[in-house]
Protein backbone atom coordinates (compact mmCIF):
# COMPACT_ATOMS: atom_id res chain seq x y z
CA UNK A 1 0.00 0.00 0.00
CA UNK A 2 1.30 3.37 -0.70
CA UNK A 3 2.76 5.20 2.30
CA UNK A 4 3.87 8.90 2.90
CA UNK A 5 6.90 8.81 1.18
CA UNK A 6 5.11 7.44 -2.15
CA UNK A 7 1.83 9.57 -1.86
CA UNK A 8 4.36 12.58 -1.33
CA UNK A 9 5.75 11.55 -4.57
CA UNK A 10 2.54 11.06 -6.39
CA UNK A 11 1.68 14.67 -5.27
CA UNK A 12 4.93 15.87 -6.27
CA UNK A 13 4.41 14.62 -10.35
CA UNK A 14 0.88 14.88 -10.49
CA UNK A 15 0.72 18.84 -9.15
CA UNK A 16 2.79 20.75 -12.30
CA UNK A 17 0.36 18.17 -14.51
CA UNK A 18 -3.16 19.19 -12.72
CA UNK A 19 -2.86 22.21 -10.94
CA UNK A 20 -5.04 25.22 -12.89
CA UNK A 21 -5.97 22.72 -15.74
CA UNK A 22 -9.63 22.25 -16.26
CA UNK A 23 -11.56 18.76 -15.93
CA UNK A 24 -12.50 18.07 -18.92
CA UNK A 25 -14.22 14.97 -18.67
CA UNK A 26 -14.34 11.81 -16.19
CA UNK A 27 -14.80 8.24 -17.14
CA UNK A 28 -15.63 5.72 -14.40
CA UNK A 29 -14.24 2.06 -15.56
CA UNK A 30 -15.87 0.41 -12.04
CA UNK A 31 -18.88 1.12 -10.07
CA UNK A 32 -17.05 -0.65 -7.40
CA UNK A 33 -14.59 2.54 -7.33
CA UNK A 34 -16.89 5.05 -6.22
CA UNK A 35 -18.33 5.10 -2.59
CA UNK A 36 -20.87 8.18 -2.78
CA UNK A 37 -23.73 9.21 -4.85
CA UNK A 38 -23.87 12.77 -4.15
CA UNK A 39 -22.20 14.83 -5.25
CA UNK A 40 -22.09 12.85 -8.20
CA UNK A 41 -18.80 12.58 -9.85
CA UNK A 42 -19.75 14.05 -13.17
CA UNK A 43 -20.40 17.66 -11.58
CA UNK A 44 -16.66 17.74 -11.24
CA UNK A 45 -16.16 18.14 -15.32
CA UNK A 46 -15.62 21.93 -16.31
CA UNK A 47 -13.97 22.58 -12.62
CA UNK A 48 -10.56 23.84 -11.98
CA UNK A 49 -8.26 21.54 -10.26
CA UNK A 50 -6.86 24.11 -6.97
CA UNK A 51 -4.61 21.96 -5.50
CA UNK A 52 -3.64 18.35 -4.26
CA UNK A 53 -2.76 17.29 -0.66
CA UNK A 54 -2.55 14.18 1.31
CA UNK A 55 -4.58 13.15 4.20
CA UNK A 56 -2.90 10.04 5.79
CA UNK A 57 -3.08 7.85 2.40
CA UNK A 58 -5.73 9.07 0.79
CA UNK A 59 -4.80 11.39 -2.12
CA UNK A 60 -7.01 14.68 -2.70
CA UNK A 61 -7.56 16.77 -5.84
CA UNK A 62 -9.16 19.73 -5.20
CA UNK A 63 -11.51 21.82 -7.40
CA UNK A 64 -13.32 25.12 -7.25
CA UNK A 65 -16.08 23.56 -5.18
CA UNK A 66 -15.38 20.39 -4.79
CA UNK A 67 -13.25 17.76 -3.78
CA UNK A 68 -12.03 13.84 -5.08
CA UNK A 69 -10.41 11.48 -2.22
CA UNK A 70 -8.53 8.48 -3.95
CA UNK A 71 -7.91 6.06 -1.51
CA UNK A 72 -5.18 3.65 -3.46
CA UNK A 73 -5.36 0.61 -0.80
CA UNK A 74 -2.78 -1.78 -1.82
CA UNK A 75 -2.72 -2.16 -5.32
CA UNK A 76 -3.93 0.73 -6.88
CA UNK A 77 -1.66 3.00 -8.73
CA UNK A 78 -1.73 6.39 -11.03
CA UNK A 79 -0.44 6.21 -14.66
CA UNK A 80 -0.17 9.82 -16.41
CA UNK A 81 -0.99 8.76 -19.89
CA UNK A 82 -1.58 11.40 -23.24
CA UNK A 83 -5.00 13.20 -23.78
CA UNK A 84 -8.17 11.03 -24.00
CA UNK A 85 -5.97 7.60 -23.63
CA UNK A 86 -7.92 4.83 -23.54
CA UNK A 87 -8.97 2.81 -20.02
CA UNK A 88 -7.03 -0.20 -19.80
CA UNK A 89 -9.36 -3.31 -19.82
CA UNK A 90 -8.70 -5.20 -17.19
CA UNK A 91 -6.89 -3.07 -14.27
CA UNK A 92 -8.69 0.21 -15.14
CA UNK A 93 -11.25 1.67 -13.12
CA UNK A 94 -11.24 5.63 -13.65
CA UNK A 95 -9.79 8.24 -16.25
CA UNK A 96 -9.83 12.22 -15.71
CA UNK A 97 -8.85 13.80 -18.53
CA UNK A 98 -7.32 17.28 -18.63
CA UNK A 99 -5.49 19.57 -20.78
CA UNK A 100 -2.62 17.66 -22.12
CA UNK A 101 -3.11 14.70 -20.52
CA UNK A 102 -5.35 11.43 -18.87
CA UNK A 103 -4.52 10.87 -15.40
CA UNK A 104 -5.75 7.01 -14.54
CA UNK A 105 -6.38 4.95 -11.79
CA UNK A 106 -5.81 1.26 -11.83
CA UNK A 107 -5.77 -1.65 -9.76
CA UNK A 108 -3.54 -4.89 -9.81
CA UNK A 109 -5.79 -8.48 -9.19
CA UNK A 110 -9.02 -9.30 -9.07
CA UNK A 111 -10.00 -7.90 -5.46
CA UNK A 112 -11.53 -3.92 -5.85
CA UNK A 113 -10.64 -2.33 -2.76
CA UNK A 114 -9.13 0.84 -4.29
CA UNK A 115 -12.16 3.57 -3.45
CA UNK A 116 -13.48 7.05 -4.45
CA UNK A 117 -15.33 9.84 -2.63
CA UNK A 118 -16.63 12.58 -4.18
CA UNK A 119 -17.35 15.55 -1.23
CA UNK A 120 -19.20 18.90 -1.40
CA UNK A 121 -17.00 21.25 1.20
CA UNK A 122 -14.36 21.17 3.70
CA UNK A 123 -16.83 19.97 6.54
CA UNK A 124 -17.66 16.74 4.47
CA UNK A 125 -13.66 16.73 3.68
CA UNK A 126 -12.79 16.90 7.40
CA UNK A 127 -15.12 14.58 8.31
CA UNK A 128 -13.26 11.92 6.10
CA UNK A 129 -9.93 12.42 8.04
CA UNK A 130 -9.32 9.34 10.18
CA UNK A 131 -6.99 12.28 12.30
CA UNK A 132 -3.70 10.47 12.58
CA UNK A 133 -0.89 12.92 13.83
CA UNK A 134 1.36 14.16 10.63
CA UNK A 135 5.12 13.19 11.72
CA UNK A 136 7.01 15.53 9.86
CA UNK A 137 5.41 18.82 11.60
CA UNK A 138 4.41 17.11 14.81
CA UNK A 139 6.56 18.44 18.23
CA UNK A 140 8.10 15.85 20.75
CA UNK A 141 5.33 16.85 22.99
CA UNK A 142 2.76 15.87 20.41
CA UNK A 143 4.41 12.25 19.85
CA UNK A 144 4.53 11.52 23.71
CA UNK A 145 0.88 12.44 23.61
CA UNK A 146 -0.50 10.00 20.92
CA UNK A 147 2.00 7.42 21.74
CA UNK A 148 0.50 7.38 25.34
CA UNK A 149 -3.15 7.22 24.02
CA UNK A 150 -3.29 3.35 23.38
CA UNK A 151 -1.76 0.82 24.88
CA UNK A 152 -0.40 -1.38 21.56
CA UNK A 153 2.27 -3.23 19.97
CA UNK A 154 4.79 0.06 18.38
CA UNK A 155 3.89 -2.18 15.35
CA UNK A 156 0.20 -1.72 15.34
CA UNK A 157 0.75 1.75 17.23
CA UNK A 158 2.65 2.97 13.93
CA UNK A 159 0.28 1.64 11.58
CA UNK A 160 -2.99 2.72 13.16
CA UNK A 161 -4.34 5.78 10.82
CA UNK A 162 -6.19 7.39 13.69
CA UNK A 163 -2.70 7.81 15.88
CA UNK A 164 -0.51 8.38 12.95
CA UNK A 165 -0.75 9.54 9.30
CA UNK A 166 0.90 7.90 6.47
CA UNK A 167 2.65 5.06 8.40
CA UNK A 168 1.90 1.27 6.83
CA UNK A 169 3.45 -1.86 7.28
CA UNK A 170 6.64 -1.04 4.94
CA UNK A 171 8.02 2.22 6.48
CA UNK A 172 6.90 0.98 9.89
CA UNK A 173 9.31 -2.06 9.67
CA UNK A 174 12.03 0.86 8.78
CA UNK A 175 11.36 3.05 11.84
CA UNK A 176 11.59 0.50 13.82
CA UNK A 177 14.90 -0.55 12.65
CA UNK A 178 16.36 2.86 12.87
CA UNK A 179 15.06 3.20 16.18
CA UNK A 180 16.28 -0.18 17.33
CA UNK A 181 13.01 -1.33 18.83
CA UNK A 182 11.18 -4.88 18.56
CA UNK A 183 7.89 -4.61 16.86
CA UNK A 184 6.22 -6.37 19.65
CA UNK A 185 7.63 -3.71 22.38
CA UNK A 186 4.21 -2.16 23.81
CA UNK A 187 4.00 1.74 23.43
CA UNK A 188 3.96 2.68 27.24
CA UNK A 189 7.02 0.56 28.03
CA UNK A 190 9.32 2.82 25.90
CA UNK A 191 11.90 4.93 28.15
CA UNK A 192 12.54 8.00 27.61
CA UNK A 193 15.57 7.77 25.77
CA UNK A 194 13.62 5.29 23.37
CA UNK A 195 11.00 7.11 22.80
CA UNK A 196 12.77 10.14 21.75
CA UNK A 197 14.72 7.29 19.54
CA UNK A 198 11.37 6.65 17.98
CA UNK A 199 10.30 10.44 17.27
CA UNK A 200 13.68 10.90 15.44
CA UNK A 201 13.26 7.46 13.77
CA UNK A 202 10.02 8.42 12.35
CA UNK A 203 10.66 11.41 10.67
CA UNK A 204 14.05 10.43 9.41
CA UNK A 205 12.48 7.30 7.60
CA UNK A 206 9.67 9.46 6.29
CA UNK A 207 11.74 12.51 5.13
CA UNK A 208 14.25 10.95 3.65
CA UNK A 209 12.56 8.38 1.79
CA UNK A 210 9.96 11.02 0.41
CA UNK A 211 13.30 13.22 -0.82
CA UNK A 212 14.93 10.10 -2.21
CA UNK A 213 12.13 9.00 -4.16
CA UNK A 214 11.09 12.44 -5.75
CA UNK A 215 14.91 13.10 -6.42
CA UNK A 216 15.45 9.53 -8.42
CA UNK A 217 12.06 10.23 -10.41
CA UNK A 218 12.70 13.96 -11.12
CA UNK A 219 10.27 14.90 -13.49
CA UNK A 220 8.89 12.45 -14.89
CA UNK A 221 6.08 10.60 -13.83
CA UNK A 222 6.44 7.83 -11.11
CA UNK A 223 6.27 4.43 -13.32
CA UNK A 224 6.67 1.62 -10.48
CA UNK A 225 5.14 2.37 -6.44
CA UNK A 226 6.17 -0.50 -4.47
CA UNK A 227 6.23 -1.26 -0.93
CA UNK A 228 9.68 -3.12 -1.65
CA UNK A 229 12.65 -0.52 -2.50
CA UNK A 230 16.47 -1.16 -2.81
CA UNK A 231 18.22 0.63 -0.20
CA UNK A 232 15.16 -0.71 2.69
CA UNK A 233 16.83 -1.93 5.49
CA UNK A 234 14.34 -4.28 6.92
CA UNK A 235 10.94 -4.11 5.02
CA UNK A 236 10.82 -7.23 2.32
CA UNK A 237 14.31 -8.50 3.32
CA UNK A 238 13.62 -11.64 5.17
CA UNK A 239 16.81 -13.88 5.51
CA UNK A 240 19.32 -11.05 3.87
CA UNK A 241 21.93 -9.90 6.08
CA UNK A 242 20.93 -6.30 8.28
CA UNK A 243 23.21 -3.52 6.43
CA UNK A 244 23.97 -2.82 10.04
CA UNK A 245 25.39 -5.92 11.66
CA UNK A 246 25.16 -8.66 9.01
CA UNK A 247 22.03 -10.65 11.08
CA UNK A 248 19.73 -12.35 8.47
CA UNK A 249 16.25 -10.29 8.91
CA UNK A 250 13.43 -12.24 10.31
CA UNK A 251 9.80 -12.46 10.04
CA UNK A 252 7.10 -12.29 11.63
CA UNK A 253 3.95 -13.22 10.09
CA UNK A 254 -0.04 -12.28 12.33
CA UNK A 255 -3.00 -12.04 10.37
CA UNK A 256 -2.57 -10.56 6.87
CA UNK A 257 0.40 -8.60 7.83
CA UNK A 258 3.92 -9.51 8.52
CA UNK A 259 7.21 -7.32 10.67
CA UNK A 260 10.40 -7.40 9.05
CA UNK A 261 13.21 -7.24 11.87
CA UNK A 262 16.54 -8.18 12.93
CA UNK A 263 17.25 -9.85 16.35
CA UNK A 264 20.56 -8.04 16.93
CA UNK A 265 19.73 -4.90 16.44
CA UNK A 266 15.99 -4.86 17.84
CA UNK A 267 15.30 -7.88 20.10
CA UNK A 268 18.48 -8.78 21.91
CA UNK A 269 19.03 -11.87 19.62
CA UNK A 270 15.50 -13.36 20.59
CA UNK A 271 13.55 -14.64 17.57
CA UNK A 272 9.80 -13.35 18.03
CA UNK A 273 7.10 -15.90 18.42
CA UNK A 274 4.91 -16.37 15.04
CA UNK A 275 1.77 -16.36 15.92
CA UNK A 276 0.70 -20.02 13.99
CA UNK A 277 3.89 -21.56 14.37
CA UNK A 278 4.25 -20.71 18.50
CA UNK A 279 0.82 -22.63 18.33
CA UNK A 280 2.26 -25.25 16.60
CA UNK A 281 5.94 -26.16 17.93
CA UNK A 282 5.23 -24.88 21.68
CA UNK A 283 8.30 -24.98 23.75
CA UNK A 284 10.03 -26.41 20.90
CA UNK A 285 10.18 -22.46 19.15
CA UNK A 286 13.45 -21.62 19.11
CA UNK A 287 14.59 -18.74 20.90
CA UNK A 288 17.66 -17.71 19.15
CA UNK A 289 18.98 -17.47 15.98
CA UNK A 290 21.66 -19.62 16.81
CA UNK A 291 19.14 -22.26 17.84
CA UNK A 292 16.98 -21.62 14.63
CA UNK A 293 20.56 -22.01 12.35
CA UNK A 294 20.98 -25.26 15.05
CA UNK A 295 17.65 -26.67 13.96
CA UNK A 296 18.10 -26.11 10.11
CA UNK A 297 21.61 -27.81 10.00
CA UNK A 298 19.65 -30.52 12.28
CA UNK A 299 17.00 -30.91 9.80
CA UNK A 300 19.36 -30.74 6.90
CA UNK A 301 21.26 -33.48 7.90
CA UNK A 302 20.36 -37.30 7.53
CA UNK A 303 20.00 -39.41 10.30
CA UNK A 304 20.04 -36.41 12.83
CA UNK A 305 17.79 -36.05 16.30
Known amino acids: MPE ?3 IELYLHALRPRLVGRPILGIRLASPFLLRTTTPDIQTLVGRTVTGLHRMGKRVVIDTDGAHLVIHLMIAGRFQWKPEHSPIPRRLGLLAIDVAGGTLLLTEAGTT ?26 ATPEQFRETLARERHTL ?9 FSGIGNAYSDEILHRARLSPMRMSDALT ?3 SDALYAAIRAVLQEWRDTLIAET ?3 FPAKVSAFRAGMAAHGRYGQPCPVCGTPIQRLRYAANE ?20 RLLKSDWPRSLEELE ?12
Do not use: F, I, W
Not at 112 to 137: F, I, K, Q, T
Open 218 to 220: GDT
Open 155 to 163: KRTLTDPTL
Open 112 to 137: RRAAAHVVADAAALEAMDPGGLEMLS
Open 294 to 305: RRKAAYRTPGAD
Open 192 to 194: PDQ
Open 259 to 278: ANYCPTCQTDGRLLADRGLS
Open 4 to 6: LPD
